[in-house]
């Protein structure tokens, strides 16, 4: 069952990232990702790490642009995590981060980038989900909103605290 899937991943993995065969790790429940990493970017002066399992401590890795191959952090990892969170580039590029023989999923840092990424697909799955939205237009018995929901549902206890998290935020939203 895994096979297939596994197998259009890795050819989506060579053809969309331009990866040798051997720098994919092969997808499998028992064989760890090389580099665990947040594939949609990192916060601009905030932590940046990431995780290598397989990796022993000591390996050497490198942050590269994407771009121009041009590394632009080096450090190593220590107890299977690799910290850059000194790394605060004022610009828009992908990078990359090698390590060993693998190479982890392009990223961006930036001000504010999970905020930025985030923020409105939370949101739309939470419009998306409700009564009367989407391909279910009934009411759902039972509960208060959501097609899913019931009195212990996390919509009702997170909606308001994540907007009380940083309502600026979700008032510069576009909807």
């Keep these: 069952m895994y096979r297939p899937l596994a197998m259009i ?3 989506f993995l060579l053809a969309e990232y331009g ?15 090389p ?4 594939q949609s ?5 905030k932590l940046k790490r990431f995780t290598a399992p397989t990796l022993p401590d000591g390996t050497l890795f490198r942050v590269t642009n994407k771009a121009t191959g041009r590394v632009v952090f080096e450090g190593t990892i220590e107890k299977h995590v690799g910290d850059f969170s000194k790394f605060n580039p004022e610009s828009s590029d992908e990078f990359v981060i090698k390590a060993g ?3 982890s999923f392009p990223f961006r840092i930036g001000h504010f980038w999970l905020e930025r990424v985030t923020y409105q697909n939370a949101i739309d799955f939470m419009i998306d989900s409700r009564h009367y939205v989407g391909t279910y237009k009934k009411p759902c ?4 909103g959501w097609r899913d ?3 212990f549902a996390f919509e009702l206890r997170t909606l308001v605290p994540q907007y009380l998290s940083n309502p600026v935020a979700y008032q510069r939203m576009p909807r």
């Excluded at 580099?35 to 947040?38: D, E, G, V």
């Excluded at 970017?41 to 002066?45: E, H, S, T, V």
């Design 9 to 11: 991943f890795m050819v």
């Design 19 to 33: 990866l040798a065969e051997d720098q994919v790790a092969p997808a499998s429940p028992k064989t760890p990702v």
């Design 35 to 38: 580099i665990y990493l947040n």
């Design 41 to 45: 970017g990192l916060n601009l002066g």
């Design 101 to 103: 023989e693998f190479v």
């Design 141 to 144: 018995v039972g509960s208060f």
């Design 149 to 151: 929901d019931h009195h």
